[in-house]
């Protein structure tokens, strides 16, 4: 089965990076896309961004040059760094898998880690 | 950045009840819509993709339809494990972006 977990510093001071772990068993992320996707308290929901099968990266443009996803194929984990952290970066995090529905090319998230929640404070 | 406004915030339900939430996309998405549920302490789980395709396993009392800029989740007989937050995504135009959320509570 697909497992995927989230790890990482639960607390971040403002204008420091934030980086997170998404370590994956039972598949091979050198298939597939894998995303990060936030929550804000107050329920609200980010798209921040995903990495490809072959390394390639979209990301979220309110994210600007902030954000770097990367991976480690030797380890099965990808990562989300997100630069000069402000209050406003306070959320969980989650890290999913892409399914891709060819040939309609729906997608969705299938499987998602449990979350990690990050505060950013000094 | 495409706007997907949901309706209603929320929603007080009972058992057996028939619920309808919606979401509106500020621009056309065609049919590139999911619908997922979260319930507290969870992540969210993928009810509907492609706006009107049930995701495996998914109980045949969510339904989901719509394209263009309208779209229905619509719960047939609500059960209390639906008791959730449930949130519509549009993933036409990057960036995806999802509906603030329906949230679904027991009168």
């Known amino acids: 089965e697909v497992q995927l977990q989230e790890s990482g510093p639960g607390l971040v001071k403002p204008s420091q990076s934030l980086s997170l772990t998404c370590s994956v068993t039972?598949?091979?992320?050198?298939?597939?896309?894998w995303g990060w996707i936030r929550k804000f308290p107050g329920n609200k929901m980010e798209w921040m961004g995903y990495?490809?099968?072959?390394?390639?990266?979209s990301y979220n443009p309110s994210l600007k040059s902030r954000i770097s996803i990367t991976r480690d194929t030797s380890k099965n984990q990808f990562f989300l760094q997100l630069n000069s952290v402000t209050t406003e970066d306070t959320a969980t995090y989650y890290c999913?898998?892409?399914?891709?529905?060819?040939?309609?090319?729906?997608?969705?998230?299938?499987?998602w880690g449990p979350g990690t929640m990050v505060t950013v404070s000094s | 950045n495409t706007v997907m406004t949901q309706s209603p915030t929320s929603m007080f339900i009972s058992v057996g009840d028939r619920v309808t939430m919606n979401c509106k996309a500020s621009?056309?998405?065609?049919?590139?819509v999911d619908w997922y549920q979260q319930k507290t302490g969870q992540s969210p789980k993928l009810l509907i993709y492609?706006?009107?395709n049930r995701y495996t396993g998914v109980p045949d009392r969510f339904t989901g339809s719509g394209s263009g800029t309208d779209f229905t989740l619509t719960i047939s007989n609500m059960q209390a494990e639906d008791l959730a937050v449930y949130y519509c995504?549009?993933?036409?135009?990057?960036?995806?972006?999802f509906g603030a959320g329906t949230k679904l509570e027991l009168k």
């Open positions: 492609g706006a009107s």
């Open positions: 990495i490809s099968y072959s390394g390639s990266t």
């Open positions: 039972g598949y091979s992320i050198t298939s597939n896309y």
């Open positions: 999913a898998r892409y399914g891709i529905v060819m040939p309609t090319s729906h997608w969705y998230f299938d499987f």
């Open positions: 995504l549009q993933y036409n135009y990057n960036p995806n972006t």
């Open positions: 621009q056309n998405v065609g049919t590139n």
